[in-house]
């Protein structure tokens, strides 16, 4: 599976954006999708995951509230949509598809086994 993550960019404190990662193979249904994050001089962050098949979804208490992840299997496509984004949300954003995944490893970065390369948000205060 190849994962290319896109709809990043320059916006202003409170606009909206929303991310999209495109996979070029089929991603199970059983597979968990993520989103991270990383900001300049930082490490990477975990920001959404959806859980599975399931659904279950769950997001770093910095965005809940603001970030909503979804999934669309039958176009094999990971979304993030972020509002009132923040300064503090700038850095480059990667999609991550893992199939083996266990519930207490959904935030961990190292249990995925696909990566996109990440599409480049900057948030101007």
């Known amino acids: 599976v190849q994962l290319q993550a896109s709809g990043g960019g320059l916006v202003q404190a409170g606009d909206s954006l929303r991310l999209s990662c495109a996979a070029s193979?089929?991603?199970?249904?059983?597979?968990?999708v993520g989103w991270f994050r990383r900001a300049p001089g930082k490490e990477l962050e975990f920001v959404a995951v959806v859980f599975r098949s399931g659904g279950h979804t769950s997001y770093a208490d910095s965005v809940k509230g603001r970030f909503i992840i979804s999934r669309d299997n039958s176009k094999n496509t990971i979304y993030l949509q972020m509002n009132s984004l923040k300064p503090e949300d700038t850095a480059n954003y990667s999609c991550a598809v893992g199939n083996r995944i266990i519930w207490s490893s959904r935030t961990t970065s190292s249990a995925y086994d696909y990566w996109g390369a990440g599409t480049q948000v900057t948030v101007s205060s």
């Open positions: 193979g089929r991603i199970s249904r059983d597979s968990t």
